[in-house]
């Protein structure tokens, strides 16, 4: 399969795809913990746990592709299909962040510094 794959009713992009839209019209939404979140994060994305995802619905932007982005990919499967069964547009980042690091592309922690991958 290419960078784009389905998953049931979630569509899965690679990191560089995902990347390619955040440069036009996208936002990344990342779901994990606060503590993952903290150690590193993809620069300019939004945070909101899978826990209060359902109840944050109502502060995501539905005018731009939500990116949806965890460790490794599994979590914002489950978050990409609430929002998708939701009426908004979005897609998993397969892999998740491992995957957007191992790329090269930047992470960074709460400071604006180089953030890990926890």
């Not at 390619?20 to 939004?46: F, K, Y």
């Not at 995802?53 to 599994?74: F, K, M, N, Y």
């Amino acid at each position: 399969m290419g960078s784009q794959e389905t998953l049931g009713e979630v569509q899965g992009i690679g990191a560089q795809e995902a990347d390619n839209l955040l440069h036009s019209n996208a936002t990344m939404l990342d779901v994990r913990e606060a503590s993952e979140w903290q150690a590193g994060h993809v620069p300019g994305a939004l945070h909101v746990p899978l826990g209060e995802l359902e109840s944050s619905l109502g502060t995501l932007p539905r005018d731009q592709r939500l990116i949806v982005i965890c460790r490794s990919g599994h979590r914002s499967a489950k978050a990409t299909a609430l929002l998708v069964r939701s009426g908004f547009d979005a897609v998993n980042l397969n892999g998740g962040i491992v995957a957007w690091a191992s790329t090269g592309l930047p992470v960074e922690n709460d400071d604006a510094m180089p953030g890990t991958v926890v």
